[in-house]
């Protein structure tokens, strides 16, 4: 149990457009979910929490136009990067909490932007 | 603010030998605590938790880590390390009551040799 999914797990694309990621919850109903950052060799970096239904709330230093996260229910949200950039490419990983506050994390998507 | 230290970047152990991970944390009550592990390019999985209760808590895959509010420290361990353990692992603070955010130490890589 306590599986979560992401798609793409890879994607590249040209500076300025725009990309959609993923985020599902398979066997549980989570009405909170995360998105973080993580480069290379470092730790994860939180970007945004996510509640069904309502308004994400972003971390400091996260602009919240260019990172879009929608949590439409209580099984999926989305993280669309906007006008991407070199420097947006990243691993990017969703994690859904559990009942008892753990988080279970998906595989992460691999953006590359050229 | 709350923090969490992860000491050890890097640590190169046997197969077969014990393997310790350091976590401490800080914090002024006692903070949930977690321990995951990532394998290269991989989302995060969930090795143990500690909310309350018995101070040495088993995981999955053989691990356990040991909770000492005395040195505010939260260590991972494991008797007998296989190939497979290889990976980095994150040791994690949540904050009750704040949506279920976690703090994530940078992170010690393992490295397993023959």
Known sequence: GAVVSQHPSRVICKSGTSVKIECRSLDFQATTMFWYRQFPKKSLMLMATSNEGSKATYEQGVEKDKFLINHASLTLSTLTVTSAHPEDSSFYICSAKGLAYEQYFGPGTRLTVT | ?114
């Open chain 2, 1 to 114: 603010a709350q923090s969490v230290t992860q000491p050890d970047i890097h640590i190169t152990v046997s197969e077969g030998a014990s393997l310790e991970l350091r976590c401490n944390y800080s914090y002024g009550a006692t903070p949930y605590l977690f321990w995951y592990v990532q394998s290269p390019g991989q989302g995060l999985q969930l090795l143990l938790k500690y909310f309350s209760g018995d101070t040495l808590v088993q995981g999955i895959k053989g691990f356990e880590a040991e909770f000492k509010r005395s040195q505010s420290s939260f260590n991972l361990r494991k008797p007998s390390v296989h190939w497979s353990d290889a990976a980095e692992y994150f040791c994690a603070v949540g904050v009750p009551d704040s949506w279920g955010k976690l703090q994530f130490g940078a992170g010690t890589q393992v490295v397993v040799t023959p």
